[in-house]
């Protein structure tokens, strides 16, 4: 079975960091782009980061930019997201993706979500 | 940053009627927009990928058009198990965005 587990999140006070998990199975990590995408209490979905399949390349989106890391271990089949300097607004579900063989920005499988909450 | 304004916001309709739900871009995505359906309390999962291709395992039922800047989501025939949020969602450029969602009520 195709699967993502999420681990690592948690309560974390302004300016902590953490770091987030996420276990693949079920398919070769190694030849699939992987995502991760948040979404706060009762909000929509924001794309995060990106990494490529041998991790040459990532992308952030703004907000994050300089603050979190996106990496992999495709020996181990993991992504990570090392999160630092939080703020309040980072409290969120975090979402490990797949993207889509071919079609690297397309979420076709998604974890169970990592609950992130900063505060103090 | 290509911002995806979802219309309605809320639907409500029976069983067996058709459902419409829009996304409009704010400049072309080509055919680059997927749509994802999330019930209450469960992981968002893809339903249409590229405007129009259905994902696998996805019912017949739903189906979606268009290119450019509109694009529609089409549910034939609801049933009570399509009641979730429906996003669509752009992969033309970074940052990739989604639209704010529609919220699918079934009476």
């Known amino acids: 079975e195709v699967q993502l587990v999420e681990s690592g999140g948690g309560l974390v006070q302004p300016g902590g960091s953490l770091r987030l998990s996420c276990a693949a199975s079920?398919?070769?990590?190694?030849?699939?782009?992987m995502h991760w995408v948040r979404q706060a209490p009762g909000k929509g979905l924001e794309c995060v980061a990106r990494i490529k399949i041998d991790g040459s390349s990532t992308t952030y989106a703004d907000s994050v930019k300089g603050r979190f890391t996106i990496s992999r271990d495709n020996a181990k089949n993991t992504l990570y997201l090392q999160m630092n300097s939080l703020r309040a607004e980072d409290t969120a579900v975090y979402y490990c993706?797949?993207?889509?063989?071919?079609?690297?920005?397309?979420?076709?499988?998604w974890g169970q979500g990592a609950m992130v909450t900063v505060a103090s | 940053e290509i911002v995806l304004t979802q219309s309605p916001a809320t639907l409500s309709l029976s069983p067996g009627e058709r459902a419409t739900l829009s996304c409009r871009a704010s400049?072309?995505?080509?055919?680059?927009l997927g749509w994802y359906q999330q019930k209450f309390g469960q992981v968002p999962r893809l339903l249409i990928f590229d405007a129009s291709n259905r994902a696998p395992g996805i019912p017949a039922r739903f189906s979606g058009s268009g290119s450019g800047t509109d694009f529609t989501l089409t549910i034939s025939s609801l049933e009570p198990e399509d009641s979730a949020v429906y996003y669509c969602q752009q992969r033309s450029m970074w940052p990739l965005t989604f639209g704010g969602g529609t919220k699918l009520e079934i009476k």
């Open positions: 079920g398919f070769t990590f190694g030849s699939y782009w």
């Open positions: 993706t797949r993207g889509m063989l071919y079609l690297e920005d397309v979420f076709d499988i």
């Open positions: 400049q072309s995505v080509s055919t680059y």
